[in-house]
């Protein structure tokens, strides 16, 4: 269980997430990454999509340019206006709620839903996902990106905190700007729960397995060329993925059976 109750929102914390993460080789690696696999897991038919926690907007503009109408959730006001200026004439529609409210405020059913990077910042991540499941009509794709538990423990491993890692005391507390999730989850966890859901995997891709773990850990522009090119080859082969800072899955709620 996270030793925070109550869910993060990042208010006050654009500024922070455009420079410190989308601004940085760390934003630039995540969106090669899921530009490299996403065309050809997730439909391509233009159908409506629910951005969830979109932040910024990057994945709400990149589906927009795909031709699909898109419902962008966030509700961090000024991360949800900060993302407004960039969608310009696009079909992005930006609404105000929090996953409780989702039923109310975008019930779908959805034949297309993105959640990136938002269970981890969740007091009941099990609760929501449960929630995303029923707002997925049948026939309809969960692209799912969730901050990797093991992958957080190595890391704490590599810088020193053994303790820590012993006690496996990983979760962040959700104070001030630290920006250590509060509910880091396992690829074990995210299986069970897309089976209780009648959810299948129909892929699963680790997002910046060597990056993190650089003796540069600012590479030149033709050094993050090549981690990138490493990040893409092996962000789907075994064992790589698994040590991804995040895991991405892409799910399938199959049609009902008549």
């Not at 969106?31 to 996403?38: D, F, I, W, Y």
């Not at 898109?70 to 929090?98: H, Y």
Request: glycine share 8%; net charge neutral; proline share 7%.
């Amino acid at each position: 269980m996270p030793l925070v109750t109550t869910d993060r929102i990042f208010d006050g914390l654009a500024d922070k997430f455009e420079r410190g993460l989308y601004g940085t080789p760390r934003g630039a690696i995540r969106l090669a990454v899921l530009e490299h696999v996403l065309p050809s897991e997730l439909p391509t038919d233009g159908r409506p999509a629910l951005d969830v926690g979109a932040g910024l907007g990057q994945m709400s503009i990149w589906l927009a340019q795909r031709g699909h109408a898109v419902t962008m959730v966030e509700p961090s006001r000024d991360m949800r206006e900060r993302a407004i200026v960039g969608v310009g004439d696009l079909a992005i529609t930006p609404v105000d709620a929090t996953w409780q409210t989702l039923p109310e405020r975008a019930p779908g059913p959805w034949g297309l839903i993105v959640c990136h990077a938002v269970l981890e910042w969740l007091a009941a991540p099990q609760a929501a996902f449960a929630h995303l499941a029923t707002l997925l009509a049948p026939g309809g794709y969960l692209s799912l990106m969730v901050f990797n538990r093991d992958a957080l423990r190595f890391s704490n491993v590599i810088k020193g905190n053994l303790d820590k890692a012993l006690d496996d005391r990983l979760e962040g507390l959700g104070k001030r700007q630290r920006l250590t999730p509060i509910s880091p989850l396992t690829d074990a966890q995210v299986r069970a729960w897309s089976t209780a859901q009648g959810l299948s995997i129909e892929a699963v891709t680790g997002v910046r397995i060597f990056h993190d773990y650089l003796l540069e850990r600012h590479p030149t522009p033709e050094q993050l060329e090549k981690v990138i090119e490493l990040e893409r080859r092996y962000c789907q082969q075994e064992p790589h993925w698994r040590l991804g800072r995040y895991l991405h899955y892409t799910l399938y709620k199959p049609e009902t059976v008549s």
